[in-house]
């Protein structure tokens, strides 16, 4: 009867224990009795190894099959022999790396032990690197470089000239088979690692029979389209082969530990949580992988550009009347017919691969799809969009003090899915009542619309991106007064028609802070005290974005007498977004004054123009300066 095993540290212990034993004797043997560094036992007639605990694995190369592995071992040693009075004995525990190779396949095969060397810390190294449960690390940066790697091994001429993929052929060069199957409604894909039988649809999509099937078998519900309404049948396929691709040898680890592993099963989720750990966290990762490879196979990222421009020059000689943006969303609706993908996935590529104007085309939202816009290139950061839901609109209006007032004043509109500038250039009024933006409002967004960040979310009344984001609002203020909110993605939404009503603002804050710098304590604690109060966060918060510790600030906010050096106040500065004129306030409770020197002058620009930054972003612009000074510090 198979054994089971919670690891695969505790199946090569229960397995492979004599030889492991073995291996580090003769090690030791080898290296002679000098080399057993024993206090009672100087000259040792006996040596014996026991309690060998199999501790941590680290996997560092597989290919055809073959697998190496360190292995780090805990064991004692004993030693018996001749001491400084009389015949001695000691026990040692000492820790060594043993270094494996062997074959995975329908079990572990042929395994040697090829190195024994006394433990040291080794540094990780990304080639070929494997976690421990056999998942290999991708990284983002490499991930066109994969998707052709994975070409290269199955669909080579896709990266000579832009083609679709054929998924016969794909799945014949691949090895796999593939039926389609009564699945579960959330269940969009499944792969099979081991025999089973399953039921499968016939031919007429209708009835069922029940099928045997092998190793590389692929289940795909032909009424559960990958990431629901973004996907198509072709996305499914791929997905799936890039888990028999990338993943076979997770589920060979996983056989070798419990039997009854078969399958991996595609839920259709669109994010996992953050806290997932272990083989929980493994499966996480192999989703994402396939998740993020599936559609830089279907279109890579040469051809796809290649086809794209094709398409652009072609439509240039034949639809002159069209607006930029209808322009690109009709090339983007050709892309995806060609490469048999959805609009909306053919849209995101286009994205990734550098045509960002592209997020202008095919938005929908709130059930509807609103015209194609145009903005400025580089107009958004990462992850900032024009577009947000309806439910999303309300909360940021409810949320946001400046928005509100400037929606419920009339001088921004909600309209097309975005907050416009309320004039008659950008908002067009008909006769029914109902406003829509203008022909020139549509090719010009960036100059009348809104900017928001936007954060992932699970939830299926957002159908308006591509993991279902929602999108949050940044209060609509004189940024270059007002005291900004911790925003690590800013940019400025103010525009020229806005500047009249953000003096009023200005003035009225100018008497706040005012007010509150004269009834501010006298003590820089009690001063940091009430800032992190009247911010609303917490030591942990703050240090998170001051780059300080939980404990430094705890003592900061309850040790007057502690020295506070002025890069470390900086980073609270910035951890706590404070405005220029609380930061000075701050830095001379602090014990500081400002000097005509390079540093400081550098200092001062980033609390009066770059307030609403992150430490990070500081940091950045001190080494854009030329300062090797970096913040925080935290000599004390």
């Known amino acids: 009867m198979h054994k089971n095993y919670r690891s695969f540290e505790a199946y090569l212990e229960d397995i492979y224990y004599d030889e492991m034993h073995q291996a580090i004797k003769n090690s030791i043997l080898q290296k002679g009795r000098r080399s057993l560094d024993s206090y009672d036992v100087l000259d040792p007639s006996y040596i014996e190894v026991e309690n060998i605990r199999v501790r941590s694995i680290t996997f560092y190369g597989i290919e055809h099959r073959q697998i190496f592995f360190n292995a780090t071992i805990q064991a004692e040693i004993v030693l018996k022999g001749m001491g400084k009075r009389d015949y001695e004995a000691d026990r040692q525990s000492k820790w060594f790396i043993l270094s494996f190779y062997g074959h995975l396949i329908s079990g572990l095969r042929k395994v040697m032990i090829i190195d024994v060397r006394d433990y040291s810390k080794e540094r990780f190294s990304k080639e070929n690197a494997l976690s421990r449960y056999l998942v290999p690390y991708l990284y983002s940066e490499d991930l066109d470089n994969e998707a052709e790697r994975f070409l290269q091994k199955y669909y080579p001429e896709a990266l000579e000239n832009p083609m679709p993929l054929d998924m016969a052929e794909l799945l014949d060069n691949m090895c796999l088979t593939m039926y389609y199957a009564p699945l579960p409604d959330n269940i969009f894909g499944r792969s099979y690692f081991g025999e089973a039988q399953v039921e499968v649809f016939e031919e007429d999509m209708i009835h069922t029979r029940t099928e045997n099937i092998d190793v590389g078998t692929i289940l795909v519900n032909p009424n559960v389209f990958f990431m629901r309404n973004i996907g198509s049948e072709n996305n499914t396929i791929v997905h799936e082969c890039v888990h028999h691709d990338l993943h076979a040898n997770f589920f060979e680890l996983q056989k070798l530990l419990n039997n009854d592993v078969i399958s991996i099963s595609c839920d259709v989720v669109e994010e996992y949580g953050k806290d997932t750990v272990g083989i929980d966290n493994a499966l996480h990762w192999m989703e994402w992988q396939a998740n993020v490879l599936t559609p830089r196979i279907l279109m890579p990222l040469k051809t796809t550009k290649q086809k794209l421009n094709e398409i652009l020059i072609r439509l240039q000689g034949e639809k002159q009347d069209l607006r930029n943006a209808e322009f690109l969303q009709l090339a983007i609706e050709e892309l995806a017919?060609?490469?048999?993908?959805?609009?909306?996935?053919?849209?995101?590529?286009?994205?990734?691969?550098?045509?960002?104007?592209?997020?202008?085309?095919?938005?929908?939202?709130?059930?509807?799809?609103?015209?194609?816009?145009?903005?400025?290139?580089?107009?958004?950061?990462?992850?900032?969009?024009?577009?947000?839901?309806?439910?999303?609109?309300?909360?940021?209006?409810?949320?946001?003090?400046?928005?509100?007032?400037?929606?419920?004043?009339?001088?921004?509109?909600?309209?097309?899915?975005?907050?416009?500038?309320?004039?008659?250039?950008?908002?067009?009024?008909?006769?029914?009542?109902?406003?829509?933006?203008?022909?020139?409002?549509?090719?010009?967004?960036?100059?009348?619309?809104?900017?928001?960040?936007?954060?992932?979310?699970?939830?299926?009344?957002?159908?308006?991106?591509?993991?279902?984001?929602?999108?949050?609002?940044?209060?609509?203020?004189?940024?270059?007064?007002?005291?900004?909110?911790?925003?690590?993605?800013?940019?400025?939404?103010?525009?020229?028609?806005?500047?009249?009503?953000?003096?009023?603002?200005?003035?009225?804050?100018?008497?706040?802070?005012?007010?509150?710098?004269?009834?501010?304590?006298?003590?820089?604690?009690?001063?940091?005290?009430?800032?992190?109060?009247?911010?609303?966060?917490?030591?942990?918060?703050?240090?998170?974005?001051?780059?300080?510790?939980?404990?430094?600030?705890?003592?900061?906010?309850?040790?007057?007498?502690?020295?506070?050096?002025?890069?470390?106040?900086?980073?609270?500065?910035?951890?706590?977004?404070?405005?220029?004129?609380?930061?000075?306030?701050?830095?001379?409770?602090?014990?500081?004054?400002?000097?005509?020197?390079?540093?400081?002058?550098?200092?001062?620009?980033?609390?009066?123009?770059?307030?609403?930054?992150?430490?990070?972003?500081?940091?950045?612009?001190?080494?854009?300066?030329?300062?090797?000074?970096?913040?925080?510090?935290?000599?004390?």
């Open 337 to 636: 017919s060609f490469f048999g993908v959805s609009k909306l996935s053919a849209k995101l590529r286009a994205i990734d691969i550098g045509f960002e104007q592209a997020a202008g085309t095919f938005v929908y939202v709130d059930g509807r799809y609103y015209p194609p816009y145009s903005f400025r290139r580089g107009t958004l950061g990462k992850n900032q969009t024009f577009v947000i839901d309806e439910m999303n609109a309300f909360n940021v209006v409810k949320m946001s003090q400046g928005l509100s007032d400037m929606v419920y004043s009339g001088k921004v509109v909600y309209v097309n899915a975005m907050f416009c500038i309320n004039d008659p250039q950008y908002v067009l009024r008909c006769e029914d009542g109902s406003i829509e933006l203008t022909e020139y409002a549509l090719e010009n967004v960036d100059e009348c619309c809104l900017i928001f960040d936007r954060t992932n979310r699970i939830s299926k009344l957002y159908d308006d991106s591509f993991y279902r984001r929602c999108f949050l609002c940044r209060d609509v203020n004189a940024v270059n007064f007002v005291e900004a909110e911790y925003n690590p993605n800013y940019i400025d939404n103010q525009n020229a028609q806005e500047r009249a009503k953000e003096t009023a603002k200005i003035i009225a804050f100018s008497k706040e802070i005012s007010e509150e710098l004269m009834n501010m304590p006298g003590s820089f604690s009690r001063t940091l005290e009430c800032h992190i109060k009247r911010r609303g966060i917490t030591n942990e918060v703050l240090a998170e974005r001051s780059g300080l510790s939980s404990r430094i600030i705890s003592d900061y906010r309850n040790k007057e007498a502690l020295t506070k050096e002025l890069p470390a106040v900086m980073a609270l500065c910035i951890g706590l977004n404070l405005h220029q004129f609380y930061a000075e306030d701050l830095i001379l409770k602090a014990g500081h004054q400002w000097k005509m020197t390079h540093e400081h002058m550098v200092y001062r620009w980033l609390l009066v123009e770059h307030s609403d930054e992150t430490l990070y972003q500081w940091n950045k612009r001190l080494e854009d300066a030329g300062l090797s000074q970096r913040l925080p510090s935290n000599k004390h």
